[in-house]
């Protein structure tokens, strides 16, 4: 019993003696239109990372197609997730975790990881889950249509979310890759309107750690070895049947994977005529009426 070890002596976390987020830019600065990639580097291979903790800071604004202002077109849930068709992670030149369709998946994996209160702490993000119930509620934008979000990327990739450990002696990069168009990002009752996304500033935002002289010492042993360090984390992937057939029966062939990445979980949702749709909101999925045999 812990009354009992009289002798213990007192536990003192000096560990980690400072914990600041450093600020990432592209390489190329200017606003991240359609289609455009994006890499945000870390070349600093000395500095103790913690990307696990780290955000994306985006400020932008939304307009019609030709720059005017509007009030009838309003963010969805996770809207911004929408803007980017690819998001990937990579080590030394090495991709190690991407996801494809990002909104979608980050959506639909979020809806089932958070609870309320922690939705609410996701607020900031652009996460709304539940059907606005005021005019001060899931609105990211002013009356103006500039925005400014903080997304942490355990929202947006696996890696982010599971592996909680520090990153040390790596070349670090975050790709995005913009989507072709921003309807799927917004709703509106008028299908007539034409939105705009414009982002004006894109920052990644990463912890960077100081150690204690001790556990610099004590990693630094680690490394000289070249002790390899194992990464294991879940990753996300999105498979879309983009149309269904009519008949009452349909088997679905999903490819298969190695015993590495045999599926841990596996989420079904259906949409149906959402994407492309400004009248739609894609942040939303349907029933469908569809029946178990």
């Not at 996701?122 to 001060?136: E, I, L, R, V, Y």
């Not at 062939?253 to 400004?278: C, L, M, N, W, Y």
């Amino acid at each position: 019993m812990e009354l009992l070890n009289i002798t213990n002596q007192p536990f003192s976390g000096n560990s980690i003696e400072d914990y600041q987020f450093h600020t990432y830019q592209p390489n190329i600065s200017g606003t991240l239109d359609y289609n455009d990639e994006t890499r945000i580097p870390i070349q600093d291979l000395d500095a103790y990372t913690a990307p696990c903790n780290s955000y994306l800071y985006i400020e932008g604004k939304l307009t019609q197609e030709d720059g005017s202002a509007t009030t009838k077109l309003e963010f969805i849930n996770n809207a911004i997730a929408f803007l980017f068709r690819e998001i990937r992670y990579e080590m030394n030149g090495i991709v190690i975790d991407s996801v494809r369709n990002v909104g979608l998946v980050s959506t639909l994996k979020n809806y089932l990881s958070y609870n309320e209160n922690e939705s609410v702490f996701m607020q900031n993000a652009g996460w709304f889950p539940k059907k606005k119930t005021s005019t001060s509620e899931k609105i990211i934008a002013d009356v103006n249509g500039n925005f400014n979000v903080c997304i942490p990327l355990k929202l947006l990739v696996g890696f982010f979310e599971d592996f909680r450990k520090l990153i040390i002696n790596m070349r670090q990069e975050l790709v995005l890759i913009r989507n072709s168009n921003d309807v799927d990002s917004v709703t509106s009752i008028d299908d007539t309107q034409k939105p705009k996304i414009t982002i004006n500033k894109l920052f990644w935002k990463v912890p960077h750690v100081t150690l204690s002289i001790s556990e610099q010492l004590r990693i630094n042993k680690i490394t000289n070895r070249n002790v390899e360090l194992p990464i294991k984390f879940r990753s996300w992937e999105l498979i879309e049947y983009p149309s269904l057939p009519t008949s009452n029966r349909h088997t679905w062939p999903v490819k298969t994977s190695t015993k590495v990445e045999t599926p841990r979980h596996v989420i079904i949702a259906f949409q149906k005529d959402r994407k492309g749709k400004i009248t739609s909101d894609m942040s939303k999925f349907d029933n469908c009426d569809l029946k178990k045999y």
